[in-house]
């Protein structure tokens, strides 16, 4: 006698398993991503995803101590988030507005489906925090264009042998890369906080568009005339 209780048992576990599959490709970092990115380049953006966990390890090579402490990310170190960028001479005259915008559309399409509906989180470029009595941004976008390989964030430690005019100056670091050159602007970020990397997940090294050493002396001369941090 054929047994269609058997049959039906095995039909749902083949479904619930493709079901599954299909779940964890549309909600994996690969398709997200694609959509992340397409839905930023309708305002002219760019998006790149990253580990917190690198970053939260960049911002304290780059700032030890109490700054790089408090621009951590508090997140696992596999959660993915999003760094955006465009071109700094861009017409973007409302960069909030258009992050802002970019995030309603990412979470509306993924809400209840694959994340849950206050897993994501939008910080903006501008975003800033009170920290003791000094102001210090919630994400230190430089960094994280860096970890995610959007932009390589020159510093003065790039520079080997450093200018004597530089002995007693501050220098202040500046973002690069092979589309914007020195125009480069960071909207925001985006976190996902049950978006996870898996083992073998790796931003790539972001580009050094400014190879030689003066080229990164003239790069952070001319930044730091322009009296920007």
């Not at 493709?18 to 909600?27: A, D, K, T």
């Not at 951590?72 to 001479?89: G, H, M, R, V």
């Amino acid at each position: 006698m054929f047994n269609f209780a058997l049959l039906w048992n095995n039909l749902s576990l083949v479904l619930d398993i493709v079901l599954y599959s299909v779940g964890i490709y549309r909600c994996g970092v690969d398709n997200v991503s694609q959509y992340v990115n397409e839905t930023a380049a309708t305002a002219g953006m760019a998006a790149f995803p990253f580990k917190v966990g690198d970053y939260n390890r960049d911002v304290l090579l780059n700032y030890p101590g109490y700054k790089g402490e408090n621009m951590k990310l508090p997140y696992s170190n596999d959660t993915i988030a999003f760094i955006f960028t465009n071109s700094a001479t861009a017409d973007c005259h409302e960069p909030d507005q258009s992050m802002q915008k970019i995030f309603d559309t990412i979470q509306q399409h993924y809400s209840g489906t694959c994340f849950g509906n206050d897993s994501l989180r939008l910080i903006n470029s501008s975003d800033m925090k009170e920290v003791g009595d000094i102001s210090l941004p919630y994400v230190h976008v430089q960094t994280a264009g860096h970890s995610a390989g959007a932009a390589f964030y020159y510093q003065r430690h790039h520079v080997n042998p450093e200018p004597a005019s530089w002995a007693d100056r501050v220098v202040f670091g500046v973002s690069a890369n092979a589309a914007y050159k020195d125009n480069v602007r960071f909207s925001g970020v985006i976190i996902m906080e049950e978006l996870k990397a898996s083992q073998d997940f790796q931003s790539p090294e972001p580009d050094d568009v400014f190879p030689s050493n003066q080229e990164k002396i003239e790069l952070l001369e001319k930044y730091n005339s322009q009296g920007q941090q």
